[in-house]
């Protein structure tokens, strides 16, 4: 499914621990819902629920809302092509 959903890029931590974001922004992405185990940044053992791809670069730590609902970013990886461009982003919720 081709949509637009907002993202929240995480700027950083409040006092008490809490993340810090900026303003939402609508993304163009393509939405897969579907369950899979992958390795999070910190190499331990998790369960995704759902994969976007998109053009813009998401971070792990930031925030998509999909249909009203609040996905904390897992992992981000860059793609590219044959030539070395970037193509898209594969990000794991």
């Known amino acids: ?6 993202w929240k890029h995480r700027t950083g931590n409040k006092d008490n621990g809490a993340p810090i ?7 163009a992405s393509r939405v ?10 910190k190499g ?3 369960v995704s629920e759902a994969t976007i791809f998109t053009a813009v670069r ?10 009203g609902r609040d996905w904390v970013v897992i992992s981000s990886y860059p ?6 461009m970037l ?7």
Request: charged share 30%; aromatic share 10%.
């Open 79 to 84: 793609h590219s092509g044959l030539s070395g």
């Open 32 to 41: 897969e819902f579907k369950r899979r185990l992958i390795r999070n940044e």
């Open 44 to 46: 331990e053992q998790v």
């Open 58 to 67: 998401v971070d792990t730590g930031d925030t998509l809302t999909i249909d």
């Open 21 to 27: 974001f900026d303003a939402a922004k609508q993304i």
């Open 87 to 93: 193509l898209y982003y594969e990000v794991a919720l």
């Open 1 to 6: 499914m081709n949509t637009y959903i907002d």
